[in-house]
């Protein structure tokens, strides 16, 4: 059975910190880039970072480089993002999604998704 487990979500001030898991199951982890995507109350669908499975290269969106980090675990067959500096733009709820080998920024290019997880970011 086919699974990606998004969780580590809430509420948080503007400046902290949360970090984002994706836990997957039922496939090779090491296959597929693994890509992160939000939506934000009123706005579409977003790509946020991608971290590709043949050579491990990263892709952040330019108005969160040097904010968020993408990274994987091989052995716990979960990818995560952390976020710091959080800024009440930044919103949304939060998915992954899982693309064979390579990342890209469109959502339709991805086979598996997560069910998401509510980041709020508020005073």
């Known amino acids: 059975q086919v699974q990606l487990v998004e969780f580590g979500g809430g509420l948080v001030q503007p400046g902290g910190s949360l970090r984002l898991s994706c836990a997957a199951s039922g496939f090779t982890l090491d296959n597929y880039a693994i890509g992160w995507f939000r939506q934000a109350p009123g706005k579409g669908r977003e790509g946020v970072s991608c971290?590709?499975?043949?050579?491990?290269?990263?892709y952040y969106l330019d108005s969160i480089k040097g904010r968020f980090t993408i990274s994987r675990d091989t052995a716990k067959s979960t990818v995560y993002l952390q976020m710091n500096s959080l800024k009440p733009e930044d919103t949304a709820v939060y998915y992954c999604?899982?693309?064979?080998?390579?990342?890209?920024?469109?959502?339709?290019?991805?086979?598996?998704w997560g069910q998401g997880t509510q980041v709020t970011v508020s005073s």
């Open positions: 999604a899982a693309a064979f080998s390579s990342c890209s920024g469109y959502g339709s290019f991805y086979r598996y």
């Open positions: 971290i590709s499975s043949a050579d491990g290269r990263t």
